[in-house]
C-alpha cells in the first residue's frame, strides 16, 4: 500500500514540553544545546483555558528555536500536574533526537555538565546513539550517522 501526504497538512509546528521550571529548562536547551529563545510569555484566563481544556489555567511558556526546528517549554502555574516524566515505554512518551558528528566527545561534555544519561554511547552498527535526560526526566537523544557530517 502506497503512503500520501495528507495534503491538507501545511507543514510541521514544533515540538512541545511540559516542565517544572520553565527558567531551569531554557537555561538547558539554550545552554548546553544552543537553542535561541524566541519569546517567553505568561497566559492566563478563558481562553487559555479553552485551548487546554483545563479549568483555571495559568502558564508560563517559551518558544526556542535550533536549526528551524522549534521547542515550545511550558510550565503550567495552575492547574498543577504530576511531576513524573513518562518513561520511554509508557504510551504517549515521546524525545527529540539531536544529531551530531562526535556522540561520544558530546557525551562527555554533557556527562560533565551533570547532565544524566540512561547509557553512554551505544554502537548501533551505521549509528552510534544514547538516550539522557532532561532536568525534568524528559527523554532526550544523541546520534551520530557514521560516515557522514551532521550539520
Same mark, same amino acid.
Given at each position: ?8 497538512? =501545511? ?7 511540559? =516542565?517544572? /521550571?520553565? &527558567? %531551569? ?11 535561541? =529563545? ?15 481544556? +483545563?479549568?483555571?489555567?495559568? @502558564?508560563?511558556?517559551? @518558544? ?5 526546528? @522549534? +521547542?515550545?517549554?511550558? *510550565? ?11 518513561? %520511554?515505554? &509508557?504510551?504517549?512518551?515521546?524525545? !527529540?533526537?539531536?544529531?551530531? &558528528?562526535?556522540?561520544?566527545? !558530546?557525551?562527555?561534555? @554533557?556527562? &560533565?555538565?551533570?547532565? %544524566?544519561? =540512561?547509557? #553512554? #554511547? *551505544? ?10 535526560? /532532561? #532536568? /525534568?526526566?524528559?527523554?532526550?537523544? +544523541? ?6 557530517? *551532521?550539520?
Amino acid at each position: 500500500m502506497v503512503q500520501r501526504q495528507a495534503r491538507w497538512l =501545511v507543514r510541521f509546528g514544533q515540538t512541545s514540553f511540559t =516542565v517544572s /521550571d520553565l &527558567d %531551569r529548562s531554557i537555561a538547558f536547551y539554550r545552554d548546553l544545546f544552543g537553542f535561541t =529563545v524566541e519569546r517567553v510569555s505568561e497566559s492566563s484566563g478563558d481562553d487559555v483555558s479553552g485551548m487546554t481544556g +483545563l479549568p483555571g489555567s495559568h @502558564l508560563r511558556l517559551a @518558544l526556542l528555536q535550533h536549526s528551524g526546528h @522549534l +521547542l515550545e517549554l511550558i *510550565q503550567y502555574l495552575s492547574p498543577k500536574g504530576s511531576s513524573k516524566a513518562p518513561t %520511554r515505554n &509508557d504510551v504517549g512518551a515521546a524525545h !527529540i533526537a539531536f544529531y551530531v &558528528d562526535d556522540a561520544q566527545a !558530546i557525551y562527555r561534555r @554533557l556527562h &560533565d555538565h551533570g547532565v %544524566r544519561f =540512561v547509557t #553512554p #554511547p *551505544q554502537d548501533r552498527g551505521a549509528v552510534v546513539a544514547c538516550y539522557f535526560l /532532561d #532536568p /525534568d526526566g524528559i527523554t532526550l537523544e +544523541l546520534i551520530e550517522r557514521k560516515g557522514s557530517s *551532521q550539520s
